[in-house]
């Protein structure tokens, strides 16, 4: 089985600076895509650092290359809706040239999970977490689908757009990418593991939380297992076959996050474990001092020029 490899590139860096440098590097190391995470914040160390924007990074990045495939890993209901979010990527589409992904999840609690809430008003369940990712998906979905010039009109629990005398939300021209941009879907329970199912191109996993601490290697391997597992039931049960979908693993959040970048060696044999498990395309991140995705960036290079040649 073919196994891909790309990158996230945090949008920590001015664009002037090092920002672009870092984009435009990436397309020439060969990664197949390069991502970043779509938040208004992130948590300690760059909480109270610089933080920019995800779709204008990456319609910077899109300019700025012109092989690399570009995305988010992962956006999420937290402070986006179906209608902007649908126009502001069948832009961004447009000006790659048909080269973006959206990775997209439910969210998580802290950071800016509550940055459009009133201050006395309580943060998401989990299940209202779950019940708004799948409106949201299923409205995005149709949104950048259904792109003819009557648009979209939709009233749910959480979402509506093409109010009554704007007669529907228009994506006109739609995306270069047909029928609409491809889903990465990042999941790991049974209602997420459906929407991935039903609409997911890709599907995403950083691993079982639950083992980020005090698991093991051979622990988070067994868990990613049940979830490829998983993932499969789902999909018989939606009526497709799960080989049609990508298997993504972010990584950075397995028990033995820090090894994988330790050397070409240590990620080949990282990556040669969880490609025998399904997994289709492998994503590091960027290097980054200081924080918990500090590694050596002569060895990150090294593996993005040779590990595939040892694993393809």
């Known amino acids: 089985m073919s196994l891909r490899l790309s990158t996230v590139i945090l949008p920590v860096d001015r664009w002037q600076e090092c920002g672009r440098a870092k984009w435009q590097r990436a397309e ?22 610089p933080w920019f924007g ?3 990074t990456l319609t910077a990045a899109a300019t700025a290359t012109e092989r690399l495939r570009l995305g988010t890993l992962v956006t999420s209901p937290n402070f986006r809706h179906p209608v902007t979010l649908a126009k502001e990527l069948m832009s961004l589409d447009d000006v790659s ?53 009557d648009g979209v009109s939709y009233d749910g629990t959480f979402y509506s757009a093409g109010g009554a005398s704007a007669g529907g939300a228009q994506n006109i021209p739609g995306c270069v990418q047909r029928p609409r941009l491809p889903f990465a879907v990042a999941a790991t329970g049974p209602r997420g ?12 996993t950083t691993g079982d939380p639950k083992l980020y601490e005090n698991g093991t290697p ?30 993504v693993l972010l990584t950075g959040f397995t028990p033995d996050r820090a090894r994988p970048l330790e050397s070409v060696d240590a990620f080949v044999d990282f990556a040669g474990r969880h490609r025998d498990l399904g997994f289709t395309e492998i994503v590091i991140h960027w290097p980054i001092p200081d924080s918990g995705f500090a590694a050596d960036q002569d060895v990150f290079e090294k593996i ?5 040649t040892q694993l393809n």
């Open 193 to 204: 593991l459906k929407l991935a199912a039903r609409y997911g191109q890709a599907w995403v």
């Open 218 to 247: 051979q622990e988070s391997v067994q868990a990613l297992r049940g979830q490829i597992e998983k993932l499969g039931k789902a999909c018989a049960d939606a009526g497709r076959d799960v080989a049609e979908l990508d298997k």
């Open 304 to 308: 993005a020029a040779e590990a595939l």
């Open 97 to 149: 040239g048909g080269r973006i992904t959206l990775g997209i999840g439910a969210g998580g609690t802290g950071f800016d999970a509550t940055a459009l809430a009133r201050s006395d008003q309580e943060p998401w369940t989990p299940r209202e977490r779950a019940d708004r990712f799948g409106e949201f998906v299923m409205l995005l979905d149709r949104l950048l689908t259904e792109d003819g010039k």
């Open 28 to 49: 020439e190391l060969g990664f197949h895509a390069a991502y970043t995470y779509d938040h208004l914040s992130w948590r300690v160390p760059f909480r109270d650092g």
């Open 54 to 56: 995800a779709v204008p």
